[in-house]
């Protein structure tokens, strides 16, 4: 043990519980038990691995209620998003407990004999999880690892622990074996550095900072291991004269300010183009002053607090850039913050730039189809966006041009089990989700027989 840390209730501030630190003796062990049991684990029959994962997403919906009032009370998300985060877990579940008897590999026609190829487990994975979405953000790490026959180490955000070491417990009561999945709570420094240099993990899915995310994959080098890495955006939402202005509009808020703006796909950048944006202000600014940001336990908040003292305040050196209107926000005890609309004069300034990970939006305009896509492209990020327009051969010429590893169309929404998910450029390395994510959780083995 390195000592405790104590969850506070981002909404009122108060102590919610101690939860023990792992030390790197702890670390070291649990990667051993964990690369004991992949000994186990790998060779299940698929069709008895693919029950366990089942019985794991029955245990999660079992206890989704409990999840989801957790998430509430250690992360500030509202009700509403807890629970769809509780069951996106059991669905990703679901979706790759149908892998195991899927696993195909391929027969290549070859002279001389038979080729066939596998995908063999890699062994032990570490999955580092950040504050933002802890329980979907595990999920979509464990779920497709252990499907493909990893075990799995997993660093929850030194912020927001308690639904990973709930996932820990489920995990065991569903039957999946000890040493298969074991959460580690701890510092990034020790537990989460301890998975990148200790030989027996063999791969890292990392989500988080950008700049963390540049360490450890220069960590990762060192032993060529595997890594995946779901980083920071600063994505646009664009929006063109000949879209539905009132939809676009009042999708908006939601886009940027779900989850107090902490979301790695928040469309915290909002192109208007130049005929439109007078009237997209006007409704814009009505949508943002309905957005209900109040007591997340309550099933019609639209946003709860922000996550700690620490990111409050490093939110607020956003502010130097003009406010076009706010939003409203309860005050007195917890880390609260109305919706705030910005309209920076300048695209070097630092709130267009940067991603905030809070409830700030800049918003501006633009002259033309090719000026949107510029203005769109010019950022090392490339995570999501939006294209809100009533012409589809429009909405697929600059779906095409905008570097981005998620788009929607007339839609905000980026994220669904089904389909790929992940960044350009620095915003991340590799794809997670949909029908390819054992690919990155396999490595593929060729083997040829001679029939000679
Ligand atoms: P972070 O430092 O990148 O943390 C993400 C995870 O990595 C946490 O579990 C963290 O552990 C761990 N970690 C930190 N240093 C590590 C290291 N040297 N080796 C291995 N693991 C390490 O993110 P943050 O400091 O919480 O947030 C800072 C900013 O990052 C935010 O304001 C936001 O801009 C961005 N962010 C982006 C995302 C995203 O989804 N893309 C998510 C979170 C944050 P600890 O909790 O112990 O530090
Ligand atoms: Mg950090």
């Given at each position: 043990?390195?000592?405790?840390y104590?969850?506070?209730n981002p909404a009122?501030?108060?102590?919610v ?10 670390v ?7 690369d004991?049991?992949?000994?186990t684990?790998r060779t299940i ?7 366990l994962?089942?019985a794991f997403?029955q245990?999660?919906t079992n206890?989704r209620q ?5 998430e509430?009370?250690n ?15 059991a ?5 790759y ?8 590999g391929?027969?290549?026609p ?5 080729d ?20 979907p ?6 779920a497709?690892?252990?499907?493909a026959g990893n075990?799995?180490v997993?660093?929850?955000a030194e ?5 990973a070491?709930?996932?820990g417990?489920?995990a065991?009561?569903?039957?999946i074996?000890?040493g298969?999945?074991t959460v ?6 020790i537990?989460g ?10 791969k890292i899915?990392f989500?988080?900072s950008t700049?963390?995310?540049?360490s ?6 060192e032993q060529?291991k595997?890594?995946t ?7 646009a939402?664009v ?7 009132e939809?676009a509009a ?8 779900d989850?107090?703006?902490?979301d790695c ?12 944006f007078d009237?997209f ?6 949508a943002?002053?309905k957005f209900r940001?109040?007591?997340?336990s309550?099933?019609?908040a639209?946003?709860?607090p922000?996550?700690?003292?620490k990111?409050f ?10 406010v076009?209107f706010?939003g409203s926000?309860p005050?007195g005890?917890g880390?609260?913050m109305?919706?705030t ?8 300034s630092k ?5 905030i990970?809070?409830p700030?939006v ?5 002259e033309?189809?090719a000026?949107?896509i510029a203005k ?7 995570l ?6 009533r ?7 600059v779906?095409r ?5 998620n788009l929607?169309v007339?839609?905000?929404s ?7 998910f992940?960044?350009?450029k620095?915003s991340?390395l590799g794809?997670e989700?949909g029908?390819?994510a054992?690919?990155s959780f396999t490595?593929v083995?060729?083997?040829f027989i001679?029939?000679?």
């Amino acid at each position: 043990m390195s000592g405790i840390y104590q969850v506070i209730n981002p909404a009122n501030e108060s102590i919610v519980t101690d939860v023990d630190l792992a030390d790197l003796a702890a670390v070291d062990a649990a990667i051993e038990k964990a690369d004991r049991a992949f000994k186990t684990w790998r060779t299940i029959a698929p069709g008895e691995r693919a029950k366990l994962l089942r019985a794991f997403a029955q245990e999660v919906t079992n206890h989704r209620q409990e999840l989801a009032m957790l998430e509430v009370t250690n992360s500030g998300h509202t009700i509403s998003n807890a629970l769809w985060e509780a069951d996106n877990v059991a669905n990703v579940l679901n979706y790759y407990s149908a892998a195991p008897e899927r696993l195909f590999g391929r027969q290549i026609p070859v002279p001389n004999g038979i080729d066939i190829t596998f995908k063999e487990p890699l062994g032990v994975v570490g999955v580092i999880v950040p504050w933002n979405f802890p329980m979907p953000i595990a999920g979509w790490g464990f779920a497709p690892a252990l499907a493909a026959g990893n075990t799995v180490v997993l660093k929850p955000a030194e912020y927001t622990p308690l639904t990973a070491i709930k996932l820990g417990e489920i995990a065991l009561k569903a039957g999946i074996p000890e040493g298969v999945f074991t959460v580690i709570p701890g510092k990034g420094s020790i537990v989460g550095n301890r998975f990148v240099t200790h030989p027996k993990v063999r791969k890292i899915v990392f989500t988080g900072s950008t700049e963390v995310g540049k360490s450890i994959m220069a960590g990762c080098a060192e032993q060529v291991k595997r890594v995946t890495l779901e980083l920071g955006g600063k994505s646009a939402n664009v929006i063109f004269a000949d879209s539905d202005l009132e939809k676009a509009a009042a999708a908006a808020p939601g886009a940027v300010f779900d989850n107090a703006g902490q979301d790695c796909c928040a469309r915290s950048r909002i192109l208007v183009e130049k005929k439109a944006f007078d009237k997209f202000m006007e409704l814009f600014e009505s949508a943002v002053k309905k957005f209900r940001v109040e007591d997340p336990s309550l099933a019609t908040a639209e946003m709860g607090p922000l996550i700690s003292k620490k990111q409050f305040e490093s939110v607020q050196n956003y502010l130097n850039e003009p406010v076009a209107f706010k939003g409203s926000a309860p005050s007195g005890k917890g880390f609260w913050m109305a919706p705030t609309v910005l309209q920076p004069k300048s695209t070097d300034s630092k709130s267009w730039r940067e991603e905030i990970f809070g409830p700030v939006v800049s918003v501006m305009p633009f002259e033309d189809e090719a000026d949107a896509i510029a203005k769109a492209n010019d950022t090392d990020f490339g995570l999501s966006g939006s294209i809100w327009t009533r012409d589809s051969a429009k909405a697929i010429r600059v779906s095409r041009a905008i570097e981005s590893g998620n788009l929607s169309v007339n839609s905000n929404s980026s994220v669904r089990y089904w389909t790929p998910f992940g960044g350009y450029k620095q915003s991340g390395l590799g794809r997670e989700l949909g029908p390819d994510a054992l690919d990155s959780f396999t490595e593929v083995k060729n083997v040829f027989i001679n029939t000679d």
